[in-house]
Nanobody, 124 residues
Framework: QVQLVESGGGLVQAGGSLRLSCAAS????????MGWFRQAPGKEREFVAAVNWRGGSVHYADSVKGRFTISGDSAKNTVYLRMNSLKPVDTAVYYC?????????????????WGQGTQVTVSS
């Protein structure tokens, strides 16, 4: 069984930064892809970023490219999402995801394991 636990959410002013963390337990960390999705109130869940540890590829949604950075620490079984220049439209619940080989990576149905989510609120 795989468990994902997110942390690091909170309230921040526009232009500020936050770093989300996701601790994973289960099978070998480096053999999987991990990523982040988010869901704002009244909106559909959307892809944010993903990294495939097997091939080293990294993907970002256009809306966060240049502002967010996904990274990981295989020794700690943890993936991070560094969020800079935050905007009110970034307000959402952020979910950590993991899968052996998600395809397509930007679709939520491609990911088997989900965390409980952490709230990020950006005030104007």
């Amino acid at each position: 069984q795989v468990q994902l636990v997110e942390s690091g959410g909170g309230l921040v002013q526009a232009g500020g930064s936050l770093r989300l963390s996701c601790a994973a337990s289960g099978r070998t960390f480096s053999s999987y892809a991990m990523g982040w999705f988010r869901q704002a109130p009244g909106k559909e869940r959307e892809f944010v970023a993903a990294v495939n540890w097997r091939g080293g590829s990294v993907h970002y949604a256009d809306s966060v490219k240049g502002r967010f950075t996904i990274s990981g620490d295989s020794a700690k079984n943890t993936v991070y999402l560094r969020m800079n220049s935050l905007k009110p439209v970034d307000t959402a619940v952020y979910y950590c995801v993991r899968d052996a080989d998600p395809s397509p990576y930007y679709s939520d149905y491609a990911w088997d394991y989900w965390g409980q989510g952490t709230q990020v609120t950006v005030s104007s």
